[in-house]
């Protein structure tokens, strides 16, 4: 008998897997009626490394193609790179290279070791975003949404780095500095290019409910972050030291309810009145601040609340004489509603904490449901709860609804203003002041203005010229490539410097898959066989932006004509994260933790407790959480040491069977371990059928039969339901019926079936050995291109079932009933149970109520 050998047999299989081109895409036509099915995993970052995470999503991926290709399907799995972004153009300029060959050579080391990975899938499909051949696709239907009205430019508000001279995301501003130069940001206004998200947001929501294998928590989360509210528009009219120019004050409001608890309004820093106010060094002060101050919503929320008073005054709309202070307030920002407000600090949190420091009136117009009119009163916490309207003359004692229904028509009945409905989605800025991405396909002209680059000159390709030497956007420095002659006019003109956001890269690239050599972008008949996707797999980072891009993209692209769907995904999986302990030697003078990559930590237990040193000095180390892998924290592992260690069905194996896989995994050597034990048990299994033939006893063999066709069953509805670790539970009970089944007894006959259905059942999760194995059995082929083993219902379903038994809706004990047999048999059986019948004993059973295949239940008294 042979021991496994994952070093030679690995490398063996994957090379008779090229050899045979088993994973080529088929089309259409070729596939012969066979139903499609498009499995894709979120396409990497060319960082240089595949990590383990890497490995978890794109085994999960790979066991739904193998899975779904032997079930009969037309399977496309397709692999890519997301290869623009500022990390390469970083990297250029810390080491003095070029973005493109950095980019490239981390691509061809990440292919070869996620081909090591023996994934399914069809290679000849891959491209880069960074290839001109994909961006100059891009460009084109880049112009087709500008044609169709879809894209515009107009001066917005940035997060501008004074030192890197370059627009900042808000994630990249780190205590309102620049996250890599250090240097204090900047709020600008620059012109910037934007998509029309906001065209489609109540499509964006309503296709939501279409999405019923998504998982509810993203589903969600893009509901909120598109933010749909209904409302009140309506303006203050002004009471005193009304600028220029302004009629009334417009706000919105989705509480209309609390008008009568309104004690101050308040307007954005950038707001058209803060512009017309007169001019004064307190003013400007005040506006610099605001300027250096949080960026993100999450800062902006908790972060301190500061206020201007602009001495402008407005009328409240329902009190009639009272006016209301007019304030600028950091917490206010134009890109939502109107950029104003109105403050009702006892049931707005913000508004209370801007209140209590400026000592506002806090005037409170909700009740509780168990308070006190009359002592109700708010602190330091707002009430937003549900309640009775109080405090609001016409609007007292109504609920929320209603109040605000009310408060509405009266608004409107004073032609202030009218309900309406608004959004928190905000229009795609899609402009980067930098060199490494996809060129904005127009051409400035003085006379002409912005002019599209006509078809026939696309791509517009980077230059390679480039030096990265002086901070901002290479392309600005460029001596020719931004000068070009108009289109229209051939009059001298400038080409678009800005480059696109790498999101509206990866936002279309499952469509492009379909058809990768396609001279246009998306060659509609091959879209149209494959999307939408079938089953996309990604993390839950991505459940917003990237996702909501791309269906928004999507139905840009339906718009235009390129697309007949409006979804892209009709399925979705969100992995959870791979994570490690951390190791650290302490923290630095600054409070930095100096961490440890766990290659160089030896772990020991004593009496339980766990201590750790660092094997390369001998020191003691600090073991710290649990967090995932990081190359920040070093707490990663690198894949090839487990792969040269364990194989690579090992490793499958434990990241797809530790957890339910929407759940994060801890890595343990342990538990790669023990998958590396289960690969050679299977092994073992395959290698010690007999080859002579052995007849063996009926019954025995028709218990193995029924092991392996139950594992079938199984192991089948787990796969199909994505609880890939509960299917592998199965294997390995199988596994170890195996073992213990005795050839004599069984035959080989029945054996040689169990270990066929076994080496069918384990190939999406390891298959090397399931090619050994289908090898081993003698069978010709390759088990790749095999069909799924079927169960047979009879032999996969229980001839007995566990049956509870109650007295008074206790459990007292259970029974084994066989299939089919009577509610007399079954009250029979529970009678002559001794468990049963010492709990009847002294009683009068006054009805037994009997559930086949349920329950049994003695009523008594």
Not at 17 to 43: H, I, N, R, S
Not at 459 to 480: E, I, Q, S
Not at 631 to 640: D, G, I, Q, R, W
Request: glycine fraction near 8%; charged fraction near 25%; include cysteine.
């Amino acid at each position: 008998m042979s021991r496994y050998n994952p070093k030679e047999s690995e490398p063996k299989q994957r090379a008779r897997w090229d050899e045979a081109q088993v994973f080529l895409t088929k089309t259409a036509e070729q596939a012969q009626g066979k139903d499609k099915y498009y499995v894709l995993e979120m396409f990497p970052y060319p960082s240089g490394r595949v990590h383990m995470g890497h490995v978890r999503n794109y085994a999960m991926g790979d066991l739904v193609a193998r899975f779904k290709r032997a079930r009969g399907f037309n399977v496309l799995h397709p692999m890519g790179w997301d290869a623009f972004g500022m990390p390469a153009e970083n990297a250029a300029m810390e080491r003095g290279i070029h973005p493109k060959g950095w980019t490239y050579d981390n691509i061809a080391n990440m292919k070869t070791q996620l081909q090591r990975l023996g994934l399914s899938i069809d290679w000849t499909r891959e491209f880069a975003t960074c290839d001109a051949a994909y961006y100059g696709k891009q460009q084109k239907w880049f112009l087709d949404l500008l044609k169709h009205d879809l894209v515009y430019r107009k001066e917005s508000q940035v997060n501008w780095d004074p030192v890197d001279n370059t627009v900042l995301a808000n994630e990249q501003v780190i205590d309102g500095k620049g996250w890599r130069s250090g240097a204090v940001v900047e709020k600008r206004n620059l012109t910037q290019w934007f998509l029309k998200i906001t065209q489609y947001a109540d499509e964006l929501i309503e296709g939501l409910e279409t999405l019923d294998r998504w998982p509810d928590k993203v589903r969600l989360m893009q509901a909120n972050w598109i933010g749909r509210s209904k409302g009140l528009k309506f303006s203050f009219p002004f009471a005193a030291n009304a600028p220029a120019g302004f009629d009334g004050l417009e706000v919105y409001t989705t509480r209309p309810d609390t008008l009568f608890g309104a004690g101050f309004v308040a307007v954005a820093a950038d707001h058209p009145l803060v512009k017309a106010l007169p001019a004064s060094p307190e003013l400007d002060a005040f506006l610099d601040t605001v300027k250096k101050g949080g960026t993100t919503q999450e800062e902006i929320d908790t972060g301190e609340k500061l206020g201007f008073n602009t001495g402008v005054t407005v009328a409240h709309p329902f009190k009639a004489g009272e006016t209301l202070d007019v304030w600028i307030a950091n917490f206010v920002l134009m890109g939502y509603g109107t950029g104003a407000i109105f403050g009702c600090p006892a049931h707005d949190q913000r508004d209370l904490d801007f209140a209590r420091k400026y000592d506002l009136p806090v005037t409170e117009v909700v009740l509780p449901a168990d308070a006190d009119p009359e002592s109700f009163t708010v602190g330091t916490e707002a009430y937003t709860g549900p309640g009775t309207i109080f405090n609001s003359d016409f609007l007292n004692g109504l609920d929320i609804e209603t109040a605000k229904a009310q408060a509405i028509a009266k608004i409107e009945s004073m032609g202030l203003g009218e309900g309406a409905t608004i959004y928190r989605l905000r229009d795609w800025g899609v402009s980067r002041q930098r060199y490494w991405g996809c060129p904005i396909p127009v051409i400035h002209c003085e006379d002409c203005g912005v002019v599209p680059v006509p078809d026939d000159q696309l791509p517009v390709v980077l230059p390679d010229d480039v030096t990265f030497d002086v901070p901002g956007n290479p392309l600005d420095r460029h001596p020719t490539w931004k000068h070009v002659k108009c289109p229209c006019c051939q009059k001298d003109a400038r080409r678009e410097t800005d480059t696109l956001d790498t999101f509206v890269d990866s936002s279309w690239y499952f469509a492009r898959f379909t058809a990768p050599d396609a001279d246009e972008a998306i060659r509609k008949a091959d879209a149209d066989y494959w999307l939408p996707v079938d089953q996309y797999i990604g993390g839950i980072e991505h459940a917003i932006l990237h996702l909501l891009y791309s269906r928004f993209i999507t139905r840009a692209l339906n718009t235009c004509g390129y697309l007949d769907v409006k979804e892209p995904f009709a399925g979705l999986f969100t992995q959870g994260m791979l994570t490690h302990e951390t190791y650290s030697e302490g923290v630095d003078e600054v409070g930095k933790p100096l961490w440890v990559d766990p290659s160089d930590v030896d772990i020991t237990t004593d009496g339980g407790k766990r201590s750790a040193i660092q094997i390369s000095t001998g020191k003691p180390l600090i073991i710290g959480d649990i967090e995932k892998m990081s190359k920040s924290k070093k707490n990663v592992v690198a894949p090839e040491d487990i792969f040269d260690t364990y194989g690579v069905d090992a490793a499958r194996l434990f990241v797809l069977s530790d957890s339910p896989p929407e759940r994060d995994v801890q890595w343990t050597t342990g538990g790669v371990e023990g998958s590396w034990r289960f690969t050679s048990r299977v092994w073992t299994e395959f290698d010690s059928l007999p080859d002579e033939e052995i007849a063996g006893e009926e019954a025995a063999a028709l218990e193995l039969r029924k092991a392996a066709h139950k594992a079938s069953k199984a192991v089948t509805e787990g796969f199909e339901s994505f609880r890939f670790n509960a299917a592998i539970a199965k294997l390995y009970e199988f596994v170890n019926i195996l073992r213990a089944a005795d050839v004599q007894k069984t035959g080989t006959a029945a054996k040689r079936e169990a270990l066929t259905i076994l080496a069918g059942l384990i190939a999406p999760i390891t298959p090397h050995l399931a090619e050994e194995g289908w090898t081993r059995l003698g069978h010709d082929g390759l088990i790749a291109d095999a069909a799924w083993p079927q169960f047979d219902p009879a032999l996969a379903t229980d001839d007995v079932y566990i049956l509870p038994v109650q007295v008074n809706g206790k459990k007292r004990g259970e029974l084994s009933v066989r299939l089919g047999a009577t509610e007399d048999e079954i009250r029979e059986m529970a009678l002559a149970d001794e468990g049963v019948k010492r709990h009847l004993e002294g009683v009068t059973v006054r009805k037994v109520i009997v559930v086949p295949n349920r329950i049994l239940n003695f009523v008594v008294g």
